[in-house]
């Protein structure tokens, strides 16, 4: 077992690191106050990150990525946390694992367009009655002719759509219908600008400001066959097993490198501040809360740690991520809220970022997959599985 990490690893966590202290860090407070990102400036991050090769760095290097290992790539969204969620899109990019099931004319058409950042995706499952239950969507495909060749209908609407507005099209799930007349869950690529696909209204969010999220509707939109992903049917399949490494590095990292971040910032308050001619961080209370919050972020990083490297073992890695899922977004929520109390009312005032950081760390608990559904998917294989999901030698 060698837990250290490597030279170029460390020089490409440093190479992140400086990126958002230096490009990114300083539009943060500028976002906040509007509550979007000026498209120049986007620009000029994206393109400042992709001549450092910061841009889809999870994407295969063969096709224009980066080519990282899962634990590699771990490394960097860790880093990744330390900024907000627009940012890290628009620099490092969003480019989502099951794009990867492009075949054919799809690649050149939406996969390596996505990979190089002059198309960006955004991906829709939610709908306003199917959220957790993510298998009880009723937006629907049929198939039918269109022009003479084989096509498909797209009828429904989703919300909650990340990035929706940056987006130039939608890995969109939808029901469609076997040989044998029963339903399924397919996935396709629809281009935003198709005649029946309509934006709606950005739905306003507590936190993670800057991001939009947006509701979509497809009124008899028609696509070409060449918009469906992988094979008919296996859209859940193909959308949930790709995902997880999605739920690993965009909500186990992050959630990671956030609350590292966070807690930095507690240490440094505790230190700095200074209450019946001492510094609070001598008083035990305050001592305990820097101490739990400790212990929390290296026990939740070396779950995100393990779960990557066993991915990249070829292992399967599916309970162990819905457990880092839990674990790091609720340690995120503890130390935010250690942060607010240590920081007093500093931590409550919008002069300083604690107040922002905690409204932005609640969504963790809930995207990708609420705590208690991955607390009922861990329950489920512990009845099963017994020791073996929790006892290295069994
Ligand atoms: C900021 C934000 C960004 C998002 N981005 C996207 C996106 O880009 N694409 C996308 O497709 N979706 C996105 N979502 C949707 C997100 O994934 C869902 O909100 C999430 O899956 C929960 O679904 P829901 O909101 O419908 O809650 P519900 O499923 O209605 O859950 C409500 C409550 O019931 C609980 N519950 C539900 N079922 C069970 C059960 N079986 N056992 C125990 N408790 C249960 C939940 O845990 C929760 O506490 C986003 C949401 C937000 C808020």
Same mark, same amino acid.
């Given at each position: 077992?060698?837990?250290?990490?490597?030279?170029?690893?460390?020089?490409?966590?440093?190479?992140?690191?400086?990126? @958002?202290?230096?490009?990114?860090?300083?539009?943060?407070?500028?976002?906040?106050?509007?509550?979007?990102?000026?498209?120049?400036?986007?620009?000029?991050?994206?393109?400042?990150?992709?001549?450092?090769?910061?841009?889809?760095?999870?994407?295969?290097?063969?096709?224009?990525?980066?080519?990282?290992?899962?634990?590699?790539?771990?490394?960097? #969204?860790?880093?990744?946390? %330390?900024?907000?969620?627009?940012?890290?899109?628009? +620099?490092?990019?969003?480019?989502?694992?099951?794009?990867?099931?492009?075949?054919?004319? /799809?690649? #050149?058409?939406?996969?390596?367009?996505?990979?190089?950042?002059?198309?960006?995706?955004?991906?829709? @499952?939610?709908?306003?009655?199917?959220?957790?239950?993510?298998?009880?969507?009723?937006? %629907? +495909?049929?198939?039918?002719?269109?022009?003479?060749?084989?096509?498909?209908?797209?009828?429904?609407?989703?919300?909650?759509?990340?990035?929706?507005?940056?987006?130039? $099209?939608?890995?969109?799930?939808?029901?469609?219908?076997?040989?044998?007349?029963?339903?399924?869950?397919?996935?396709?690529?629809?281009?935003?600008?198709?005649?029946?696909?309509?934006?709606?209204?950005?739905?306003?969010?507590?936190?993670?400001?800057?991001?939009?999220?947006?509701?979509?509707? $497809?009124?008899?939109?028609?696509? #070409?066959?060449?918009?469906?992903?992988?094979?008919?049917? /296996?859209? $859940?399949?193909?959308?949930?097993?790709?995902?997880?490494?999605?739920?690993?590095?965009?909500?186990?990292?992050?959630?990671?490198?956030?609350?590292? %971040?966070?807690?930095?910032?507690?240490?440094?308050?505790?230190?700095?501040?200074?209450?019946? !001619?001492?510094?609070?961080?001598?008083?035990?209370?305050?001592?305990?809360?820097?101490?739990?919050?400790? @212990?929390? *972020?290296?026990?939740?990083?070396?779950?995100?740690?393990?779960?990557?490297?066993?991915?990249?073992?070829?292992?399967?890695?599916?309970?162990?991520?819905?457990?880092?899922?839990?674990?790091?977004?609720?340690?995120?929520?503890?130390?935010?809220?250690?942060?607010?109390? *240590?920081?007093? !009312?500093?931590? $409550?005032?919008?002069?300083?970022?604690?107040?922002?950081?905690?409204?932005?760390?609640?969504?963790?608990?809930?995207?990708?997959?609420?705590? #208690?559904?991955?607390?009922?998917?861990?329950?489920?294989?512990?009845?099963?599985?017994?020791?073996?999901?929790?006892?290295?030698?069994?």
């Amino acid at each position: 077992m060698d837990f250290s990490l490597n030279d170029e690893q460390k020089m490409m966590i440093d190479t992140v690191r400086r990126f @958002i202290a230096e490009e990114l860090k300083p539009l943060e407070d500028e976002i906040e106050d509007q509550g979007f990102l000026a498209k120049e400036k986007a620009q000029v991050v994206h393109e400042k990150a992709k001549a450092l090769g910061l841009y889809g760095m999870n994407m295969p290097a063969e096709l224009g990525g980066g080519g990282l290992s899962n634990l590699d790539r771990i490394l960097c #969204e860790e880093q990744f946390g %330390h900024t907000t969620d627009i940012l890290i899109r628009r +620099a490092f990019g969003n480019v989502y694992e099951p794009l990867l099931h492009c075949k054919g004319e /799809q690649v #050149e058409r939406w996969l390596k367009p996505a990979i190089e950042g002059a198309r960006t995706c955004a991906i829709t @499952i939610t709908e306003s009655g199917a959220g957790s239950d993510a298998a009880g969507i009723k937006t %629907h +495909a049929k198939k039918t002719t269109i022009d003479g060749k084989d096509g498909w209908v797209l009828n429904g609407s989703k919300h909650f759509i990340s990035d929706g507005e940056w987006s130039d $099209f939608f890995l969109v799930s939808a029901r469609t219908d076997n040989a044998a007349g029963e339903k399924e869950i397919s996935m396709f690529m629809v281009d935003k600008g198709l005649p029946g696909f309509t934006v709606g209204k950005d739905q306003k969010m507590m936190g993670i400001r800057g991001t939009p999220h947006l509701e979509l509707f $497809f009124d008899n939109v028609p696509l #070409e066959a060449v918009t469906l992903l992988g094979a008919e049917g /296996q859209g $859940f399949k193909l959308a949930m097993g790709a995902l997880n490494v999605v739920r690993l590095a965009q909500v186990g990292a992050r959630a990671v490198g956030k609350a590292s %971040h966070v807690c930095e910032l507690m240490v440094d308050y505790a230190n700095e501040r200074k209450q019946f !001619g001492q510094k609070i961080g001598d008083f035990q209370m305050i001592q305990q809360m820097l101490a739990d919050s400790v @212990i929390e *972020i290296n026990a939740a990083r070396w779950m995100v740690y393990h779960a990557a490297w066993m991915l990249d073992q070829g292992m399967d890695a599916r309970e162990q991520i819905a457990m880092v899922k839990v674990q790091a977004a609720e340690t995120l929520g503890r130390v935010v809220d250690r942060a607010v109390q *240590i920081f007093g !009312g500093m931590g $409550f005032c919008k002069e300083l970022p604690i107040e922002r950081y905690y409204r932005d760390a609640r969504i963790y608990r809930i995207f990708d997959g609420t705590s #208690e559904i991955h607390r009922s998917v861990i329950a489920k294989m512990v009845m099963k599985k017994g020791a073996a999901l929790f006892d290295v030698n069994r």
